[in-house]
């Protein structure tokens, strides 16, 4: 078989979320990135004649020619694909590849402003529906849907906070919770911290769901099933709650860090797990790493934060300088010009000065820990 010249160009296609994000226009390609840099488990995907120059550290994918060409591998690797083309190009690309409901990924449309998200295929079974709705939410934009029996209007669990980021310990019970949710069993969503308007709809949320502020008070209530949003580490009495439940872990962590000129990303990584473990919360719930404009170079750190995705955010020394901390340092001020570096970034970066690890200094590297809150 002899390949075009365009089909020599594409690239290889490596899913690493469950979802695609494809944009091939240039306003499209600012939209797209804003969708993929917010919306967890998404990869990204657009065309080589907009590349910003930061698309290898992202992980981004360029490519050139026709989109149509890169489709069919997109079907085949991701569980949905967010499109922000027209949709007449959209269906007409991808009939020729279409299957089967039941093995299709969820497509959706996003047109080129970002005002609609077009629910076009596997609205159920690929959860397009549900997916066009979150794209919707996180835009600020309308979802249309079209499904005329898609009127339960309840939580899709397997994208439950997914627009802010929010990832699941583990999907060992997405099925069996689902299954609770849609089948209107008693079910419990426990949020202990994390964005509080995750519901999406017009109507108000269905009397068999039932919001509790703590595990305890909800164990009481003996629910068929459950979603903990938190960032904590569950107590040994807490687990239960797990047995028919799905652990979300919000993005609401900030780590301030300093540290000395030089220092290894391992020494750097091993200290922020011990800190967190310490603390007994998740590094998944990791959003932000804070520091000084001086650290905004430093190989480790940077090295650490691309590994786990991290937010990376820096001050300058007077905006460090305006927060009030419990021990600020002459020695700092005088290498840095601020009295301190990591108890302030945190403060900063979390929007709140009442931080869960004031300061702890560990070798060459200095962190305090932030909690983002939600009113």
Request: charge should be negative; aromatic fraction near 6%.
């Amino acid at each position: 078989m002899t390949l075009t010249a365009e089909e020599k160009v594409l690239p290889e296609i490596i899913a690493k979320g469950d979802y695609a994000v494809v944009a091939i226009t240039k306003h499209g390609t600012q939209l797209a990135r804003k969708i993929a840099s917010l919306f967890h488990g998404s990869d990204l995907y657009y065309m080589k004649k907009f590349e910003q120059g930061d698309e290898s550290e992202r992980g981004i994918t360029l490519f050139e020619g026709s989109v149509r060409l890169l489709l069919p591998d997109l079907f085949a690797k991701y569980k949905g694909l967010i499109l922000i083309i027209s949709l007449g190009a959209v269906v007409r690309m991808i009939a020729p590849i279409l299957k089967d409901k039941k093995t299709d990924p969820g497509v959706v449309v996003v047109d080129d402003k970002g005002e609609h998200v077009i629910s076009v295929l596997s609205g159920h079974i690929g959860g397009a529906n549900e997916l066009a709705r979150e794209v919707a939410a996180l835009l600020g934009a309308y979802p249309v849907v079209t499904t005329a029996s898609d009127v339960q209007k309840t939580i899709p669990v397997d994208l439950f906070g997914r627009r802010f980021g929010w990832v699941w310990e583990s999907d060992e019970k997405l099925t069996p919770v689902s299954a609770s949710v849609v089948n209107e069993e008693k079910v419990a969503v426990v949020q202990e911290s994390g964005e509080k308007d995750w519901w999406m709809y017009d109507t108000p949320i269905p009397d068999t769901i039932h919001l509790y502020s703590s595990i305890k008070e909800a164990l009481a209530e003996k629910p068929a099933a459950a979603l903990v949003v938190t960032h904590r580490q569950l107590e040994r009495e807490e687990e239960d709650i797990l047995l028919n439940g799905v652990l979300f872990r919000p993005k609401v962590l900030v780590l301030g860090i300093g540290c000395n000129r030089g220092t290894s990303a391992e020494e750097i990584e091993q200290v922020i797990t011990d800190t967190l473990d310490g603390l007994k919360v998740s590094i998944k719930s990791v959003k932000t790493v804070a520091t000084i404009d001086l650290k905004k170079d430093e190989a480790g750190l940077l090295e650490v934060v691309k590994k786990y995705q991290w937010e990376f955010v820096h001050y300058p020394p007077e905006e460090l300088n305006k927060k009030k901390i419990a021990q600020p340092s002459e020695t700092v001020y005088k290498f840095t010009g601020a009295y301190g570096v990591s108890e302030p970034a945190a403060m900063l970066s979390s929007g709140n000065d009442d931080l869960l690890l004031a300061k702890k200094k560990s070798g060459n590297v200095t962190i305090s820990v932030g909690l983002i809150t939600y009113g």
